[in-house]
């Protein structure tokens, strides 16, 4: 048992650096952008993994089979797609009214109702960036579990997330 977990881990991580490093080379060109260069690194890096769709939210982690359930963290609502964190989940009403407020200063166009994917328009739109790091910032949204596990009882977090992970790629494994 314990040997199979182990193997699988390594085949798991060895499968992050080639995502990290893409992740790395756009992250890079950012630098040029003042904006993104004044933000902490972190926050930056996480608007990276969103705008790649390489984000640690409930839908990527399940489809890199790091964890079983796409759920919220926050609400539990089925499904933790970035449209969800952005626009949908309660846990950031407060932190959206500073988000849709910064996207009125910037001049974007709030998200509505008609229209498909507003996520997609805010995260290709420059004028969009500044509000949407604030944001970041001003929330756990996209938090790798390691880091989140930081801000609150860190240790049991870290501890859940990788055990079920690991038991949850066992069971896939196995078939
Ligand atoms: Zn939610």
Redesign the pocket.
Known sequence: MKTRRQNWLTRALARRPREAQRAYRAYQGWKQDPVAAAAPKKIVSRYYQLKTGHAAIGTYLKRIRAQESEA?R??Q?PK?SIH??LF????WRRQRGTLYQALDRAGVARPTAAEDHPEGRLLGDPKATKALLQFLADTTVGCPPGDLAQAAERARKDDEWGLEALEEAEKIGDG
Do not use: P, S, V
């Open positions: 919220c926050g609400c609502a933790e969800h964190l949908e989940c309660r846990q």
